[in-house]
């Protein structure tokens, strides 16, 4: 069962396709890394699945509802952290969060053992009756993130959580993250920060001007940059290399004598390792690099821009 | 909660908080003090306007005089002040999105907005009404309780008059992204429709009845040791047709004309009356509403429209 399922999600701002026929699922209780390039639509797509913005065509379930059909059985489920927002300057911490709290169907008692028991976990208890406009940036970024979370919602979507953060409070926003994620929740988190994305997601998917360029997990957008992009070996031998010309290799880039790196456009580290052993060269090391996350993201950009 | 109430009651807490707020709260106040003092002086003047005033209470005497007109100057700003960043200024710091990710429809939340500031401009204008009040029984001048009837009877009014101008600004904030814009549209607005459109409507009405309004016939009377230029009478009840015609899209003509009706005023005043006898007269308030539906007619259909306005395009809007 998909917690959020995106089909042919469409949105035009005048010439500019913002979003252009996205379709995307994601698993429930799954943590899912949306990455992309400033402008490439991620926010347009959250914002769609939130009924802020109103998509020219396509559709958007969560949890099994329509967002747009029956917006309120979604928005009851789920915890939004807008990027770029702020809350209510002229309202205290507890008043900001009491003020979200009375959307959702809580008893008064329910209400305020929820929202201490959030200020507390984002460290904001101590200041609960300080205006909001007093607070610095990295508390109004916490004090958002208990609002996403007042609900306790089955669904959290993260708009670049962390950014403007210190590390200390982007620290508290990842494991937030991972022990909702423990609990069983699905998270949906856009970002630029791509260690973030690499150390929290079990499933990634790659924007880029609009259109998703890659998805899965990072295991398979890896695996899939390297069929397509070509695959890097290293290899290092006890004894001089000798050149390598079968099928397959695009070129060799040598090292030293005893060291290389071979791009090849398949995975041929056994004919390599047959080919050497035939010439009695003994193999110190035949491993292949895998890309980081890093590559695969820029090449896409840069793919898609060349 | 419902949404709607949750919204409101965070609004008026918010609003009671704003600088504008106060500001306009404090013209309001010099307002009242300027009032009560008028009706002092008129208190004083009394025999040289006798005939004028004849069989009408200080109270009513204020209302139907310059105090009214200020009044209905001042309190479109009180509605557009409270009007132009209403849904700009949520969507610039992003609280919209905030607010509209909970469990709302987006109908609540503009309908939350517009109560909220209904109950603060309503809060504000009764606050007014007690001053006055207050005032005038500090200053000795003699308020009964068929003034105090009267003044409570025009609250209806004068909110809807200022909630016309709130909508108006809601409009403005729907269509102008930025709020430092919003206000200045908004301050045009507003003294275009309140004082800039009566003045070219004037000018239109007058030339296009110069030629009776100066005719040979034209008489010198003496008024108040004065002399003046009268025009006949028939030339100047074609120019007021015509002026009234002209000004019926300016909210203020109908407000003026509702709360002069609520005190008593003759419901159509010509030339002869205005120095010929008084122009009060004595009827029930029921009555005096009957002879201005026409105008509370006007006021509803004038707040309506932007509000359904408002509305629609909000309903629509991309909340980015």
Sequence with gaps: MYAIEIENLTKKYGELKAVDGLTLNVEKGCVFGFLGPNGAGKTTTILSMLGLIIPDSGNIRILGHDVFREPIKVKERVGYLPENATVYDELTAWRNLEFFANFYDMDRSEKEKRIEELLKMVGLWDVRYRKAKTFSKGMKQRLLLAQALINDPEVLILDEPTSGLDPEGAHLVKSIVKEEAEKGKTVFFSSHILSEVEELSDKVGILVGGRLKALGTLEDIKKQFMELEGYEIKIEAKQALPEFEFDGIIRVERINERKAIIFARDDIREQISDYLSKKDITLINLEIEEPSLEDVFLKTIYKKEG | ?320
């Design chain 2, 1 to 320: 909660m419902h949404p709607i109430l949750n919204i409101a009651q965070k609004e008026v807490y918010l609003q009671l908080k704003t600088k504008r707020f106060y500001i306009i709260l404090t013209i309001f106040v010099l307002m009242a003090f300027g009032g009560v003092y008028l009706m002092k002086w008129s208190l004083s003047q009394t025999p040289q306007f006798e005939k004028l005033y004849e069989g009408a209470s200080p109270f009513q005497i204020m209302f139907t005089s310059s105090f009214s007109s200020a009044l209905s100057n001042l309190l479109p700003f009180l509605g557009g002040a409270l009007g132009y960043d209403i849904i700009n200024r949520e969507i610039q710091e992003g609280t919209i999105k905030l607010t509209l990710s909970k469990p709302l429809y987006r109908d609540q939340f503009i309908n939350g907005k517009f109560l909220g500031s209904t109950i603060t401009i309503t809060l504000g204008i009764l606050l007014f009404y007690v001053l006055t009040i207050s005032l005038a029984l500090i200053f000795g001048v003699p308020v009964g309780m068929r003034d105090i009837t009267m003044l409570l009877a025009t609250l209806p009014f004068s909110l809807i008059y200022t909630l016309i101008f709130l909508v108006i600004g809601m409009l403005i904030s729907i269509f102008v992204k930025k709020p430092s814009t919003a206000l200045i549209v908004a301050i045009i607005l507003i003294i275009f429709i309140e004082l800039v459109y009566p003045m070219i409507a004037g000018v239109i009405a007058f030339a296009m009845h110069r030629e009776e309004l100066m005719s040979a016939t034209s008489q010198m009377v003496m008024v108040n040791n004065t002399t003046q230029y009268m025009a006949p009478q028939q030339g100047f009840e074609n120019y007021y047709k015509t002026l009234r015609r002209m000004l019926y899209i300016a909210p203020s003509t109908h407000y003026n004309s509702v709360i002069g009706a609520i005190f008593g005023t003759k419901a159509e005043i010509s030339g002869a009356t205005l120095f010929g006898g008084s122009i009060f007269e004595e009827r029930s308030i029921g009555e005096s509403l009957t002879l201005v539906w026409q105008g509370i007619v006007a006021l509803v259909v004038m707040f309506l429209l932007p509000f359904a306005i408002a509305y629609t395009k909000f309903m629509k809007a991309d909340l980015r």
